[in-house]
Structure formats: structure tokens, C-alpha cells
């Protein structure tokens, strides 16, 4: 399974982008999925995730509200919405995949074990 994420780039505080994550197989209709963060020497952190078939989300509290995780089964592709922006939000972002046999117990979708794949990260810069 390969992961491509795009739509980084730099953007004012207060600003929006979103970001988009291509995978490679058919079967990404079957994977739970998820998108990370990982800032200037920080660790990796969780943002948000969303079940396979779209029908529960996950966010962290630092993005709930602003930030919107969705995705087309028909594409292929994850997507993360991102609304009001502020420079703590500055980080490179990766999306992550859970192939089947997927977690049954949602919750521990905020966890970085357990996904299989990694796409290669998308630098976000939010500047004041």
C-alpha cells in the first residue's frame, strides 16, 4: 500500500488549507485512516482519524472544531480540512492507513500503533 500526501504549503494564521492523501489499492474502502503530525522537534501526535466506512471520526482536542477528516471510497482518498489555522498548527502532517484485519475498538484509533502504512508526509507552515 503506498500513501501520497499533498497540499501543504504556507498560509497566514486564521488561513485554511486542506490536504489529500492518495492510496494505491482498491481495498483503501476497507482501511481505517488517519492523519498524524509531527513539529519541529516534537513527537508525532494524533489529529484526527475516521473509520473505514466513514461513519465515526476521531479528532484530537487541539484540532476539534476546526478541523474536518473525511473521504471518497470511490477515489481512494483521504482528505483533512483545516480552518482556522494558528501557528502551533505548524508540522509536518502524515496520513496512515490500518489494514484490514482493521481495530474493532474505535477509541484506539488515536494510536500510532496499529496503523501499517505511512504516506511520506506534507510540510504545513502557519505563520502569525
Known amino acids: 500500500v503506498q500513501l501520497q500526501a499533498s497540499g501543504g504549503g504556507l498560509v497566514q494564521a486564521g488561513g485554511s488549507l486542506r490536504l489529500s492523501c492518495a492510496a494505491s489499492?482498491?481495498?483503501?474502502?476497507?482501511?481505517?485512516m488517519a492523519w498524524f503530525r509531527q513539529a519541529p522537534g516534537k513527537e508525532r501526535e494524533f489529529v484526527a482519524a475516521i473509520r473505514w466506512s466513514g461513519g465515526v471520526t476521531k479528532y484530537a482536542d487541539s484540532v476539534n472544531g476546526r478541523f474536518t477528516i473525511g473521504r471518497d471510497n470511490a477515489k481512494n482518498t483521504l482528505f483533512l480540512q483545516m480552518n482556522s489555522l494558528n501557528p502551533d498548527d505548524t508540522a509536518v502532517y502524515y496520513c496512515?492507513?490500518?489494514?484490514?484485519?482493521?481495530?474493532?475498538?474505535?477509541?484506539?484509533?488515536?494510536?500510532?500503533?496499529?496503523?501499517?502504512?505511512w504516506g511520506q508526509g506534507t510540510l504545513v507552515t502557519v505563520s502569525s
Open positions: 496512515a492507513a490500518d489494514t484490514p484485519p482493521v481495530r474493532a475498538i474505535l477509541s484506539e484509533l488515536r494510536s500510532a500503533r496499529g496503523y501499517d502504512y
Open positions: 489499492e482498491r481495498t483503501f474502502s476497507s482501511y481505517h
